[in-house]
T-cell receptor, first 115, second 112 residues
Framework: DAGITQSPRHKVTETGTPVTLRCHQT?????MYWYRQDPGHGLRLIHY???????DKGEVSDGYSVSRSKTEDFLLTLESATSSQTSVYFC??????????????FGPGTRLTVL | AQSVTQLGSHVSVSEGALVLLRCNYS??????LFWYVQYPNQGLQLLLK??????LVKGINGFEAEFKKSETSFHLTKPSAHMSDAAEYFC??????????FGTGTRLKVLA
């Protein structure tokens, strides 16, 4: 299994509070991703990173920010959580060897509930 | 625009029966296609991927998928279902970038 950990694994918070989720990898992979998983929507890309301090938006980036100051860590921040951000969040990594050979490996997920 | 459509959000099969999970895609450029499996309370695991080397792709756990350009399909099959195959399955596509588009998932139930 790819060395990917996510913390916390579960979190309950209140509307309007800031929340930071952490993804940590031990594979030294270049690319890291944040997805959210919701019933009926599958997985949707929030943000991804292609190197330290290099990030780009995905299809559902509004209300989220990310940072990557080290290769191994990719942080997802909800500046002011809303109930619509209740979801399961997955981090993924990939080597970036080229779209034809690249494979994403997923972390165990973080279940976030915003009350 | 790229898209992935998985037909059937829930599929039930008897143990020992053929498993067929359907995935159709839309892409203006040659796609790379993937199938992932998700067991309860876990992340996604790669089952197999199509990268244009061969249209019939074999994956782990006895699964395989066939890329059919004329039908824009990449259906997942397994000849004989096992109870341990019960999970949710996701089809995904990428087309030359590192952004993956996932389908909405198909939950497979295996009946004893």
């Amino acid at each position: 299994d790819a060395g990917i950990t996510q913390s916390p694994r579960h979190k309950v918070t209140e509307t309007g509070t800031p929340v930071t989720l952490r993804c940590h990898q031990t594979e030294n992979h270049r690319y890291m991703y944040w997805y959210r998983q919701d019933p009926g929507h599958g997985l949707r890309l929030i943000h991804y990173s292609y190197g330290v301090k290099d990030t780009d938006k995905g299809e559902v980036s509004d209300g989220y920010s990310v940072s990557r100051s080290k290769t191994e860590d990719f942080l997802l921040t909800l500046e002011s959580a809303t109930s619509s951000q209740t979801s399961v969040y997955f981090c993924a990594i990939s080597e970036g060897g080229g779209p034809g050979t690249d494979t994403q490996y997923f972390g165990p997920g973080t279940r976030l509930t915003v009350l | 625009a790229q898209s992935v459509t998985q037909l059937g959000s829930h599929v039930s099969v008897s143990e020992g029966a053929l498993v067929l999970l359907r995935c159709n895609y839309s892409s203006s450029v040659p796609p790379y296609l993937f199938w992932y499996v998700q067991y309860p309370n876990q992340g996604l695991q790669l089952l197999l991927k199509y990268t244009s080397a061969a249209t019939l792709v074999k994956g782990i756990n006895g699964f395989e998928a066939e890329f059919k350009k004329s039908e824009t399909s990449f259906h997942l099959t397994k000849p004989s279902a096992h109870m341990s195959d019960a999970a949710e399955y996701f089809c995904a596509l990428t087309s030359g970038t590192y952004k993956y588009i996932f389908g909405t998932g198909t939950r497979l139930k295996v009946l004893a």
